[in-house]
């Protein structure tokens, strides 16, 4: 198989990597070094991008390591030029303290440091459970990065030692779509139910639109865990792909904005 390679060396988690495609459509994939050396030799591998149509496209980087991407157009015709490069980290802002962060000679008994300057927003907060991870969440999540989007996914958001309720609640108050992957799993978690009730409020409050994704699960048991997600338009991972349901997705929120 014919394709090009571009070794971007060490990159840390959270670096973004463009890619620039001029003339036809190609598969873009960025892989660990382990991931590529399988792709190299035909075997099965993970990667993050896939089928690039829209140029360019930003993949972020999901662990620390060796990174390399790849372009090629197996099952795909034409020719396509592309070139790679890794995006500078953005600076912090900066913002002027409030005299109330000022030391003061007078004691003041309420105290609250804890404020977070910087609260980022999300296009869409992925509530799924972790078995479903492989097969669908984690795909769906570069995909939908592929697409332009901004995602609040758990892979991409929480660090060592984050608190998981603080930063489900950071992303769920900060993103404008809910995705929600129902599954057998999905239903017998408490921190999918908690992420499911947080979502709920925004929809009946205007502030959030939900979107499902039925992932092996029967119509029949959606309406026996929700009636009111059953009765929500949604995808079934068994008659669209994981590409075709993130584009769709990026159509809806695009065309909402």
């Keep these: 198989m014919n394709y090009l390679v571009y070794d971007l060396g ?6 973004r990597v463009q890619v620039t495609l001029s003339g036809s459509a190609a598969n873009v994939r960025l892989m660990d070094s382990s991931n590529y050396q399988s792709y190299k030799s035909g075997r099965s591998h993970r990667y993050a991008g896939g089928l690039i149509t829209r140029s360019p496209v930003v993949l972020g980087v999901p662990s620390s390591g060796h990174w390399y991407v790849t372009v ?17 980290s953005a600076l912090p802002q900066y913002t002027e303290p409030s ?41 769906l999540a570069y995909a939908l990065q592929a697409e332009g989007l901004s995602v609040w996914y758990d892979e991409f958001e929480m660090k060592i030692g984050d608190s998981l309720r603080r930063k489900i609640d950071k992303g769920l108050a900060n993103s404008r779509f809910g995705i929600v992957v129902l599954s057998k799993k999905y239903k017998k978690k408490g921190w999918t139910n908690y992420e499911l009730d947080g979502i709920i409020t925004k ?11 039925w992932h092996n699960i029967t119509k029949k048991e959606v309406i026996d865990f929700s009636p009111s997600l059953a009765d929500k338009l949604a995808r079934n991972t068994s008659a669209y792909t994981v590409e075709e349901i993130a584009s769709e997705i990026a159509d809806v929120i695009n065309t909402s904005q």
């Excluded at 060490?10 to 670096?15: V, Y």
């Excluded at 090629?72 to 500078?88: E, F």
């Excluded at 502030?207 to 499902?212: N, R, S, T």
């Design 203 to 213: 929809v009946v409050t205007g502030e959030q639109i939900v979107l499902p994704i």
């Design 99 to 139: 005299l109330s962060t000022v030391p003061s000679l007078v004691q003041r008994e309420e105290s609250n440091l804890n404020i977070d300057h910087f609260s980022k927003s999300y296009d869409v907060f992925i509530s799924h459970a972790s078995e479903d991870k492989d097969e669908v969440v984690r795909p």
């Design 72 to 88: 090629d157009m197996q099952g795909l015709r034409g020719t396509v030029k592309s070139s790679v490069r890794v995006l500078p």
């Design 10 to 15: 060490q990159l840390k988690n959270g670096q």
